[in-house]
């Protein structure tokens, strides 16, 4: 007989093990993924990225609030050799698939220089709009609305933020 606490450790300990990213799991999730894209008709290289790129639409659509960033064109193009190498072995090519997936499919992480670039930037943009206007050279500031001017700014602020960390720091974000 399973006792009350017998079942309370069921749910733990299938939380414990990582039950959503159990083996099982995983291999399902690619094995559907590959039969539903890959076994396209694939004769080039455009055609497997293609169908590469559709993965990743298709998971960044169907979960929400999780996205996943794209592997570069230089792994997926490694991954296309290696996948046209196995071509006369259908489960090699399906092997190869779902080893590249599992190794290249990471979640995307929120920046933290983004964050408080978009918490910083809205008042920010106030204050900027309110000293302008003081400015006789920036007179008119006071035309354009402030529903219109703060999202530019905030905008303008993160583009800026994410450029300055591409360019100066050689992050590929």
Known sequence: MIT???KMGVAPSYMGKGFGQSKQLSDLVSGTLYDQFVKKDIKTFGDFHIAVLDIFISLNSALPGKHYDVPS???????????????????????????FM????????????????????????????????????????????????????????????????????????
């Open 4 to 6: 009350s606490s017998q």
């Open 73 to 99: 064109r230089k792994d997926v193009e490694e991954c296309f050799t290696k996948w046209e190498e196995a071509k006369n072995h259908s489960e090699d090519q399906k092997t190869e698939f779902i080893d």
């Open 102 to 173: 599992m190794k290249n499919v990471k979640q995307n992480k929120p920046d933290s220089a983004m964050i408080i670039a978009g918490i910083v930037a809205p008042p920010g943009a106030m204050v900027a709009k309110r000293a302008g206007e003081g400015v006789s050279q920036l007179n008119m500031i006071k035309v354009i609305p402030d529903v219109v001017f703060v999202p530019s700014a905030t905008m303008l602020a993160l583009v800026s933020v994410k450029f300055c960390k591409r360019i100066l720091m050689g992050i590929s974000s």
